[in-house]
């Protein structure tokens, strides 16, 4: 068995200027499009973290010759389409479900057959909806019928651009298609519902045609392919569903302070920071600036000892859909009974987030009434631990890991959390920020 953290919390407080790691989303997607763009990207403060490195594992398969030097990466594209790769070669996702569903549309011309696999947690879940628009566009593919990894792809020499209807809120769905797009001749419409946006700030800063019209619920793209971009510069801001896990910690320690610098802002992603602040915390976004069609800004957030509870607006679950997990830790500390709607998709994660995040909290003492798709949350402002709790069975979830560091530190008692490593493939630098702030763990 590998090392496990141990926790036995003492009271903390600080006042602390942190930078987190770069963006996960904008990561991979700068990585994609730096494949697809004719000449040398440059990436700054790309994010290192296991999911990251699994992408540029399975590009450089693809025969893309990218370098990393620290933070900086160096991408050689030879414009669209220009993977150039021999027979039978395995790409292995390990636990990202972005790069995994993202690499297939720019898959949908290989010319031959390519094994698309990944670890136990991203081999459990759909690919069924990016699997049908990609047969639509041309692709083939050889799957089981849950429709999930292992999967093969082969590509057709003619793709088509089509008319795609995406109704579950899902970014990847949607890039998917957006990266297909960019291999099919004429014009391809995508209808969707509101999610993260960073492909369409990607496309418009790099010169892609793409035409996005914003309606309330939906937004209307309209992407024409085919046409040729340059390599680009980029520099990734930081990532603020990282920001998220310390933003909570703060907001829940005493006499606390902390400021995150150069976060990405983008609306689609910090709806949390509107629940948080409708629960009563007073957290501020300062100094905002736009850099590639995103906003970027540092964020500042002082402890609020006494949060309400919230009825959380299905509206707004698609931005803040890997914020869920430590906002119901807040509520957790709240005080009276939250709700949380229309949450299906949470249960499509890395792991069956909703139930995952409903088990959680009944392991603190905290009551739950979870169905398959809401959760109603009894929050309980003076619980404090005197047990010793062993989180284990958790499905290796970097999230719910980097929750229960955080509820450990919250709310008292000893810990014992498995799965160590698995923080490590989105946010490689949170424990040193745990020790930053001047927590105290151990490995046993
Ligand atoms: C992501 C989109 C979201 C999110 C994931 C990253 C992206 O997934 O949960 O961590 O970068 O497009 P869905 O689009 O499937 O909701």
Not at 271 to 277: A, F, K, R, V
Not at 308 to 319: A, E, Y
Request: aromatic share 10%.
């Amino acid at each position: 068995m590998g090392k496990r953290l141990f926790i036995k919390n003492k009271n903390n407080s600080f006042k602390k200027t942190i930078l987190v790691d770069g963006d996960k989303s904008i990561s991979i997607r700068t990585l994609l499009l730096g494949s697809q763009a004719f000449g040398k990207t440059f990436i700054e403060n790309i994010l290192l973290s296991e999911d990251i490195i699994n992408s540029i594992n399975c590009l450089k398969k693809l025969g893309v010759k990218i370098s990393v030097n620290k933070k900086n990466c160096f991408i050689e594209g030879k414009g669209l389409n220009g993977f150039e790769f021999k027979k039978d070669i395995i790409l292995n996702a390990g636990n990202s479900g972005t790069f995994a569903r993202l690499i297939l549309g720019l898959l949908v011309k290989s010319p031959f057959y390519i094994r698309l696999i990944g670890d136990k947690s991203l081999s459990k879940r759909d690919f069924g909806r990016v699997i049908l628009p990609l047969q639509k566009i041309g692709a083939n593919f050889k799957v089981n019928n849950k429709k999930t990894l292992p999967l093969q792809i082969i590509g057709s020499y003619f793709t088509n651009p089509i008319h795609y209807y995406e109704n579950r809120g899902s970014a990847q769905c949607k890039s998917t298609v957006m990266l297909a797009a960019l291999n099919s001749p004429g014009q391809t419409v995508i209808n969707a519902k509101k999610s993260r946006d960073h492909t369409e700030n990607i496309f418009k800063y790099l010169g892609i045609p793409i035409m996005v019209q914003k309606k309330k619920n939906n937004d209307i793209i309209k992407i024409r392919g085919q046409k040729a971009f340059k390599s680009f510069r980029y520099k990734v801001p930081s990532d603020p569903s990282s920001c998220a896990f310390f933003i909570v910690l703060t907001l829940l320690s005493k006499n606390s302070e902390l400021k995150i610098k150069d976060v990405n802002v983008n609306k689609s992603r910090i709806g949390y920071i509107e629940i948080l602040n409708k629960m009563g915390a007073k957290i501020k976004i300062k100094n905002v600036k736009t850099k590639y069609g995103e906003k970027q800004a540092d964020i500042h957030v002082k402890s609020q000892p006494s949060l309400k509870k919230i009825n959380c607006s299905p509206r707004l679950n698609s931005n803040l859909i890997d914020e869920f997990l430590i906002i119901f830790l807040a509520a957790a500390k709240a005080k009276g009974v939250s709700s949380f709607s229309n949450l299906g998709e949470l249960n499509k994660k890395e792991s069956p987030r909703l139930k995952l995040g409903s088990k959680l909290l009944n392991q603190l003492g905290i009551k739950t009434k979870l169905t398959n798709n809401s959760i109603k949350i009894f929050g309980n402002p003076t619980l404090n631990l005197n047990k010793t709790l062993n989180i284990k069975n958790y499905y290796r979830d970097h999230r719910i890991f980097m929750t229960a560091v955080i509820a450990a530190f919250t709310f008292g008692g000893k810990w014992i959390i498995n799965d160590i490593d698995s923080y490590k493939s989105s946010f490689p630098s949170f424990l040193n920020i745990i020790k930053k702030l001047g927590y105290k763990f151990k490995l046993i």
